[in-house]
Structure formats: structure tokens, C-alpha cells
């Protein structure tokens, strides 16, 4: 049985930084992708110069992001990472290491890729997120 029921993850997705301007069923198309992985504090989740095959959204728990180019952030709940370098399709810059037990939502780079090319009102609403992010002080 999963941690999170099939609702409490659309809404969770629906408030995450990355699909905020989603509608509600878009998010739902997204949460039928999306699959749970938990993170003991102290592990990795992916390393500089792997290839980018995923994104994630944090659910529970914290992951340090940390860039090969020297600087790094911490992601909180309802905090994505990994997603510049999906969208990009470079390998990973840096680390992602999960700093307390997390638990992510991941979804798969080709899933995800695969929605995409389906459901143009979701490419429309991540580039208004994006862009909006990117506008941000």
C-alpha cells in the first residue's frame, strides 16, 4: 500500500512549486506517473554526470541539491529538483542527496515526456511556471 493515496497526491502535485498553474486535471493525468521512493537520511539520489531519467517532487523530508559549479539549495516539501536537466537533456550537474528520511514523487523523464507530447495544456502551464520562477527575485 502506498504512503499516499491516489487524492492526497494530486493535490499534493496540484501545490508543488513545478505544476502550480496545471488545473486539476491536468495534475491528475501527471499523478498517474508519478511513484512513490523513499530516501534514508544520508543517501543519494542521483550523482553528477548520471544521466537525468527522472524528476522529483519532494513529499516529506528535505534533499540538498548540490551543483558541481560550487553553491547548492535545500528542497522542502512541495519542492521539485531535477527537472532543468530532464527538460535540457544533459546529464546531471551535481548530487542530490537526501538530507532526513524523504520521501519523493519521481517521474520518469520518458513518462513524463510522453504526457507532454499529448497534453499541451500541461506543456503551456510549465513554461507559465517556469517562467514565472525564472522572473522571481
Do not use: W
Not at 64 to 88: C, D, K, M, Y
Amino acid at each position: 500500500m502506498s504512503e499516499l493515496a491516489r487524492i492526497e497526491t494530486v493535490v499534493f502535485l496540484q501545490s508543488a512549486d513545478l505544476f502550480a498553474a496545471c488545473k486539476a486535471e491536468e495534475v491528475l493525468r501527471i499523478s498517474a506517473i508519478a511513484h512513490e521512493r523513499r530516501f534514508q537520511a544520508g543517501e543519494q539520489i542521483y550523482n553528477e554526470n548520471d544521466p537525468a531519467a527522472a524528476l522529483y517532487c519532494v513529499a516529506q523530508g528535505e534533499v540538498r541539491v548540490h551543483q558541481a559549479a560550487g553553491g547548492g539549495r535545500t528542497v522542502g516539501p512541495l519542492g521539485t529538483f531535477g527537472v532543468v536537466e530532464i527538460l535540457s537533456g544533459r546529464l546531471r550537474t551535481g548530487k542530490a542527496l537526501a538530507e532526513k528520511d524523504t520521501l519523493v514523487l519521481e517521474i520518469d523523464a520518458e513518462d513524463f515526456f510522453d504526457l507532454l507530447a499529448n497534453n499541451i495544456e500541461i506543456v503551456k502551464a510549465l513554461f507559465r511556471q517556469l517562467l514565472r520562477d525564472d522572473d522571481s527575485p
